[in-house]
């Protein structure tokens, strides 16, 4: 499954910054606002070490990591959703990802031109907030008055159902929240507002950009934007965009770590954004292991072996009889597959079998 996510923010607080450390394509860094105009998408290959351990024991001709899609959207302004700036640009490519990553500025340089003309994290997280939220509430309007009609036209108790659940909506919207704070089921959400693809509804992450001297803990304004962010049950992380666009042009391992090092890093911005980008929308690794390809396949936690096999290709969950997986561990421990075979490690698995993360498999189907 292909997974991408939007870097959003206000003009000049770093996300075109961002997005060419962490990706490889190159969209153009200046300082004046709207130097990003199409949407740059950058393939990123997502880091895990069980593919360098899976290679080492099957030795194949290839190695696939899988990856994510981050996509630079042009900055936005106050007044977007009334088409300010390139609001309605902006708002168009949003609609398109999985979920949204807020680059907001908390750093000070005089040199950068801050949009709103001071730094502060908070205004500027809801300047982008109030005016995706005024697009949704305009989209929630117009299906709310259509959904009345047809309540007064008949007694249509599907349609019954969504207008309530459309005035929650609408009532949240109003009130400055986001859609996704809206308590209802998956079920109710898609029925009422599905179609509309809310801006709000998506996950969101925030990344906090801090200046090199506020590595690794981050600073003030980071802190400020954290306590936010633990209000909506949102993730911070914290960059330096700067740093990170040095670290993109170490290709030594080695020189790479021990750069990360001097600023008390662990590991990079980019892989703490992967990780995080996981979490927030729930997903998985497994591998799928042979001769010719070891690869890596993304998919949603709690899917079923079928589904897990659909990945790969429709016809697998179409016609799938049974999975066959290994744990990564007794992959190490018993050096090949034929040894954990005969270990009785190796499980056969059903249509019922819920793929855990870093599960080896292979599928058998009639296709």
Known sequence: MSLQCGIVGLPNVGKSTLFNAISS??????????CTIDPNVGVVTVPDERLDTLESLVKPQKVVPTIIEFVDIA???????????????????IREVDAIVHVIRCFEDDNIVHVEGRVNPIFDKEIIDIELQLKDLESVDRKLQRTEKAV???????????????????????SGLNARAVD??????????????????KPVIYVANVDEKSLPGGNQYSEQLKEMAKAEGAEVVIVCA????????????????????????????????IKASYRLLNLITYFTAGVKEVRAWT??????????AGVIHSDFEKHFIRAQVIKIPDFVQYKSQAAVREAGKLSVEGKEYVVADGDVMEFLHSA
């Open 25 to 34: 394509g190159k969209a153009e860094a200046a300082n004046y606002p709207f």
């Open 75 to 93: 900055g936005l302004v106050k007044g977007a959703s009334q088409g300010q700036g390139l609001g309605n640009k902006f708002l168009a490519n």
């Open 152 to 174: 007064r036209a008949g007694s249509d108790a599907k349609a019954k159902a969504e207008l309530e659940t459309l005035i929650r909506y609408k009532k949240a919207l109003e």
């Open 184 to 201: 209802v089921t998956p079920e109710e959400q898609q029925a009422a507002v599905g179609e509309l693809q809310l801006l709000t509804v």
């Open 242 to 273: 700067a740093i990170e666009a040095q670290i993109a042009e170490i290709e030594d391992p080695d020189e790479r770590q021990m750069f990360l090092e001097e600023y008390g890093l662990q590991e990079s911005g980019l892989d703490l954004l």
């Open 299 to 308: 998919i949603q936690r709690g899917w079923k072996a079928p589904q897990a």
